[in-house]
């Protein structure tokens, strides 16, 4: 059994860490993934922004000067949306009974709906007082979330968290831990898991950005304000419906009766938190392409 399955390979979470005064500071993967998103994300809105041609009327939505000020509000979304979607979403008796833990982010407990929320308050927030295009805007902020999910994955998958189910697939990872390691087999054996991360990264990450970076360069995207958006949120909410099959549920939503850590259930068939969450992106996800097709369509000439 051991043959059939990947050891965890020897990473740490920390890239480098120094001690200063006796205290020790620590940059930890998953923090330069957040670092490195961010500015590629920048980097792409700014590339956008520079060729007119791509937008509707060769009239980009924004200046650059503009696109550094919603960084900046967008950054807070990420981090107040993320935070409270976790504490709300996944385990809201604990940060009840402790609030004071809410403020403790550097424990980890970031959820990706709760990001997104918070991005999408801080951006139309952000559009409507500065006069902006909020279709547009949204595009232009939708386009370039890929290569951050990507990293983000990569950086779960080097903390060994947030892995898989057990699974005897060749490719399956030997995660280190005894939570990991606790999948029921027998006394003696190693458990390996999906690497669940790794799918995601995959699917999040290359193929639903390269798709939208396809939309956007190839077929001229931005033209029909509401596609870009509309195709992330379809994308991912997809990606994520069929990761969760195989990922690991967080270990608040597993108990004897329900194995399979189903937060919706109904006579043992339901869905996953993640699936819950994720339902309402793809719908709201093929509403705006729907609505992005018939705009395309009335504009078009008889």
């Known amino acids: 059994m051991l043959a059939q399955m990947i050891p965890f390979p020897n990473l740490s979470p920390e890239l480098f860490s120094v001690t200063l005064f006796g205290m020790e500071f620590a940059l930890r993967w998953y923090a330069l993934a957040y670092i490195a998103g961010i500015l590629i994300a920048w980097g792409l809105a700014l590339r956008a ?58 424990e980890g407990g970031m959820a990706f709906h709760g990001g997104l929320l918070g991005v999408v308050v801080a951006a139309w ?58 999948c029921g087999q027998p006394l003696g054996e190693i458990c390996a898991r999906h690497p669940s991360q790794l799918y995601e990264a995959a699917m999040e990450g290359l193929i639903l950005g390269a798709l939208i970076l396809w939309l956007v360069y190839r077929r001229q995207a931005f033209h029909a304000p509401g596609r870009i958006l509309g ?7 997809l990606a994520r419906c069929l990761v969760e099959f195989v990922r690991q549920p967080d270990a608040q939503f597993v108990s004897p009766g329900n194995p399979l850590g189903l937060a919706w259930q109904i006579n043992g068939y339901g869905l996953t938190q993640g699936q819950a969450l994720s339902l309402p992106m793809i719908a709201l996800g093929l509403w705006f392409l729907l609505r992005a097709r018939r705009a395309t369509t009335t504009e078009a000439p008889a």
Do not use: C, K
């Open 231 to 237: 195709t992330f949120l379809t994308g991912y909410g």
């Open 125 to 182: 927030a952000y559009a409507r007082r500065q006069g902006i295009n909020v279709l547009s805007m949204a595009d232009l902020v939708a386009h370039t979330v890929a290569p951050g999910l990507l990293l983000g994955r990569l950086a779960n998958f080097v903390n060994a968290e947030l892995w898989g189910r057990a699974s005897d697939l060749p490719w399956a990872v030997a995660f280190p831990g005894a939570a990991a390691q606790n």
């Open 49 to 106: 922004i520079r060729r007119p041609a791509l937008w509707p009327n060769n009239t980009a939505p924004m200046e650059a000067r503009q696109v550094e000020d919603l960084m900046t509000w967008i950054i807070l979304g990420v981090i107040l949306g993320g935070r409270l979607g976790y504490v709300l979403f996944y385990d809201p008796a604990r940060f009840m009974a402790n609030p004071a833990q809410i403020l403790r982010v550097w």
